[in-house]
C-alpha cells in the first residue's frame, strides 16, 4: 500500500491522472481495463486526462472503461456516472465507442446487474483474478465507496458474484455496484480523497487491522486488493486526523 498526501484535489488529480497514464503506456498491450467512479472528485482527473498532453499520449484505442457503479437513472439524467464521464473525458478523448462499457441505468436494478457481470465475464473470457488493470475509487463521508453502503447487501454478496443490485436505504435508491470481490482481483486500486467532510470517513479507513473501534462502521474497509496494490492520494484536508 502507498498513502500520498497532496497539497489540494488539484494535485491529487495530477497524481492520478500520471498514474493512469503510467499504466496505460505499461499495460496497453493488448487492452489497458480501468474501472470507473462517479461522485464529484474524479471530475479534474478525467478533465486532465481529456487534455494535453494526456490526450494525446495515451493510447486510447487500446483503453477500456468500465464502470464500478451507477445510479438507476437514464444516461441523460445529472445524476448518471456515464453521463458524467460522457462529459469530462468521452467528449475529448479520442476513445472508441465500443471502448465504453456503462452499466445500462435505465434497466431494471437485477437485470442490469446480471447483463453487466456477463459482459464483464464475455470480455475477459473465463480469466478470474487480475481482471483490471486499474480500479480508481472515491470514498464517501459516511465511508462508502462505489455504491457499497453500510449495512447493505452488497456488502454480504455470495462469493463469485461480480455485480449486483443494491437497494440504499438511506438514499430510497438503488444503485448497480461491483462487489469487494471484483475490486479486489485488480491489479491496481487507487483511491481520490479530497476535503475535510472526508477527514473522519478516511481515518476509518485507514485504522489498524483489529481496532474495531477506531474502524466503525466503514465499507471502503472491504476494498483490500489480494495481490495488487492499493494506493492512497489524498489532499491535507482530508489527512487531517490521519
Ligand atoms: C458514486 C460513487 C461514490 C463516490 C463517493 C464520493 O457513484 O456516487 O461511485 O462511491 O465515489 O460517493 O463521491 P464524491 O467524490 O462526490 O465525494
Known amino acids: 500500500m502507498t498513502f500520498q498526501v497532496f497539497k489540494d484535489i488539484g494535485e491529487v488529480s495530477l497524481a492520478a491522472a500520471r498514474l493512469f497514464a503510467v499504466l496505460a503506456s505499461e499495460r496497453a498491450n493488448p487492452t489497458f481495463n480501468v474501472v470507473l467512479s462517479g461522485g464529484n472528485t474524479?471530475?479534474?482527473?478525467?478533465?486532465?486526462?481529456?487534455s494535453s498532453p494526456h490526450v494525446e499520449n495515451i493510447p486510447w484505442r487500446n483503453v477500456h472503461l468500465f464502470f464500478g457503479d451507477e445510479r438507476c437513472v437514464p444516461a441523460n439524467d445529472p445524476e448518471s456516472n456515464y453521463g458524467m464521464v460522457r462529459h469530462e473525458l468521452l467528449s475529448r478523448a479520442p476513445i472508441p465507442e465500443e471502448n465504453v462499457h456503462p452499466i445500462d441505468g435505465s434497466a431494471e436494478p437485477k437485470a442490469a446487474a446480471?447483463?453487466?457481470?456477463?459482459?464483464?465475464?464475455d470480455f475477459?473470457?473465463?480469466r478470474s483474478s487480475g481482471l483490471f488493470d486499474l480500479v480508481l475509487l472515491g470514498l464517501g463521508e459516511d465511508c462508502h465507496t462505489l455504491s457499497l453502503f453500510?449495512?447493505?447487501?452488497?456488502?454480504?454478496?455470495?462469493?463469485?458474484?461480480?455485480?449486483?443490485?443494491?437497494?440504499?436505504e438511506k438514499l430510497s435508491k438503488w444503485r448497480v455496484t461491483m462487489t469487494p470481490?471484483?475490486?479486489?482481483?485488480?491489479?491496481?486500486?487507487?483511491?481520490?480523497v479530497s476535503g475535510s467532510s472526508k477527514a473522519k470517513a478516511l481515518k476509518q479507513a485507514l485504522a489498524k487491522e483489529g481496532d474495531v473501534r477506531a474502524a466503525g462502521k466503514c465499507p471502503a474497509r472491504a476494498i483490500r486488493p489480494e495481490s495488487g496494490v492499493l494506493h492512497w492520494l489524498v489532499d491535507k484536508d482530508s489527512a487531517a486526523l490521519v
Open 150 to 168: 453500510e449495512g447493505t447487501a452488497a456488502l454480504e454478496a455470495p462469493a463469485g458474484r461480480l455485480v449486483v443490485e443494491n437497494y440504499v
Open 124 to 126: 475477459f473470457k473465463g
Open 181 to 192: 470481490e471484483l475490486v479486489n482481483s485488480a491489479s491496481v486500486v487507487a483511491f481520490l
Open 114 to 121: 446480471e447483463r453487466y457481470a456477463e459482459e464483464i465475464r
Open 42 to 50: 474524479p471530475r479534474r482527473l478525467l478533465g486532465l486526462l481529456g
